[in-house]
């Protein structure tokens, strides 16, 4: 018997395969965002949409990962935890990697004094996240929510709050670029994403996208 407070079973399998087609649009969005982010950062010589393409990718990863868990629940089957711990370590190494790229790439830029390009289609691409992936994190606490604080899924909407922050200190580091001509600004936005991708890093290699049933 289920209290007020407590899903029952039906509402359960409901949130769960809403969770679920939540990880998969997080999947099919950061797919899209991260080609056409790579593909205007290097056509403009921005270090720091680079960068945020590459996390879009890196968030992929995490959303595969819950999507998999969530799947794995509506079939009532066993997952291997230590399998699946093993690929976290593997995705925070990717956000090692991408910090340490960002890292080179700006100071490198900073040094030799690079002038990057405009960009109005980052531009664009970033306005667009700082509109949907509030939306997508708070929905995903939503549902996390309703599940009694499933750890899971609330992990989930916390990667995605963070890939707000990046959207945000992204698209200032460009829009200032753009006004000011600072070329400073855009190796700048970098080192805030590479705090951001060691920051991610250290939450996946200690587990927290993935916490335990109980």
Not at 32 to 44: F, N, P, R
Not at 95 to 120: D, H, K, M, N
Request: charged fraction near 20%; hydrophobic fraction near 50%; include cysteine.
């Amino acid at each position: 018997m289920t209290t007020p407070d407590t899903p029952s079973t039906v509402d359960v399998d409901r949130l769960t395969r809403k969770g679920l087609r939540l990880a998969q649009f997080t999947v099919a969005y950061n797919v899209i965002e991260g080609a056409v982010a790579i593909t205007a950062g290097l056509m403009a010589g921005l270090v720091s949409v680079v960068g945020f393409g590459i996390d879009s990718g890196i968030e992929s990863i995490a959303a595969i990962l819950v999507g998999l868990r969530l799947s794995a629940r509506l079939r009532h089957g066993d997952t291997d935890e230590n399998r699946e711990r093993r690929a976290l370590k593997l995705v925070a190494g990717t956000f090692f990697l991408l910090a340490a790229y960002v890292i080179f790439v700006s100071t490198q830029s900073l040094v030799e004094g690079e002038v990057p390009s405009s960009s109005p289609i980052a531009i664009v691409l970033l306005t667009a996240s700082i509109i949907v992936m509030p939306l997508l994190a708070r929905a995903k606490q939503r549902v996390g929510t309703q599940l009694g604080g499933d750890p899971l899924i609330l992990a989930d909407a916390a990667e995605t709050r963070v890939c707000v922050l990046l959207s945000i200190s992204t698209l200032l580091g460009v829009g200032l670029y753009q006004l000011t001509a600072a070329a400073w600004l855009d190796p700048l936005a970098g080192f805030v994403i590479a705090a951001f991708a060691i920051r991610e890093g250290r939450e996946a290699w200690e587990g927290e996208l993935v916490e335990d049933d109980d």
